[in-house]
């Protein structure tokens, strides 16, 4: 169960806001992050402003992150050897730093990188991880939601689904239907306890581009929130929503 972050964009605006969020966090935890884009998003294109685009996500690219330049004996073993892995440390040394020398392991390690079968030392290594997914989460923007803010009916996507879903619920909303809109972006680590709040005490409908409703699993997991199967819209058959369909469906279930 490796740590990872998996970020889903909605459109190609957040395509290149959340690939730099990715790259950032990738450097700074030393963890996978997975950029999630469906085949929509891949083959559509648009003009937006770079400029505005980049305020979004602000961070100084010439800046090495969380690269220590000087090592001291506290940091260091018996001997000698930088404590790269030691609990609550996320600095990292570049090749040639004084003092700076420590493994990179594939198999499990001490806080120096050696191999090791030793049960306690495994335990605080996987918790080490862990908590890497704890501090990202503080770092994640707070889950948005769209359309009309107190409402009893919320429409819960990802994806590239964001651009017809706003137009439908803006359309649903200007009849007086009063719907909310939730894109969940980050699914990993999952933003429970934002998520819950926008979410419980409303009824549901949720809309994507798989068989089994995938993102409706991931809220039961993690929320204990279960939508109704009459309220799940799912297409498999290779297409996009359009703005009338996803308008049609949603109506259907009001």
Not at 41 to 66: G, H, P, R, V, W
Not at 245 to 251: C, L, N, V
Request: charged share 30%; hydrophobic share 35%.
């Amino acid at each position: 169960e490796p740590p990872r972050v998996v970020i889903a964009p909605g459109d190609v605006n957040e395509c290149y806001t959340e690939t730099k969020r990715a790259f950032y966090l990738a450097e700074k935890y030393q963890l996978p992050v997975i950029v999630l884009v469906d085949k929509q998003l891949t083959e559509s294109y648009q003009t937006f402003d770079l400029n505005e685009e980049e305020k979004a996500f602000i961070f100084d690219y010439a800046t090495q992150i969380n690269v220590l330049e000087k090592v001291s004996p506290k940091q260091q073993n018996a001997d000698g050897l930088y404590k790269r892995y030691a609990s609550g440390n996320v600095f990292r040394t570049l090749p040639g730093t004084s003092g700076g020398v420590y493994t990179c392991a594939g198999d499990e390690h001490d806080e120096v990188g050696e191999i090791t079968e030793d049960a306690e030392i495994r335990k605080r290594m996987v918790e080490r991880r862990a908590q890497k997914l704890e501090l990202i989460q503080k770092e994640l923007p707070t889950p948005e939601l769209l359309g009309v803010k107190n409402t009893d009916w919320v429409v819960v996507s990802w994806g590239s689904n964001k651009g017809a879903l706003r137009e439908a619920v803006d359309r649903l909303n200007a009849e007086g239907k009063r719907m909310g809109l939730l894109m969940i972006k980050y699914m990993c680590p999952f933003q429970s306890s934002e998520i819950k709040r926008l979410l419980e005490h409303k009824k549901l409908i949720l809309l994507e581009n798989n068989y089994s409703g995938q993102l409706g699993e991931l809220l039961r997991e993690k929320i204990g929130i279960m939508i109704e199967e009459n309220n799940k819209i799912l297409r498999y058959d290779g297409g996009a929503f359009t703005v009338d369909e996803a308008y049609a469906e949603i109506k259907k279930r009001l």
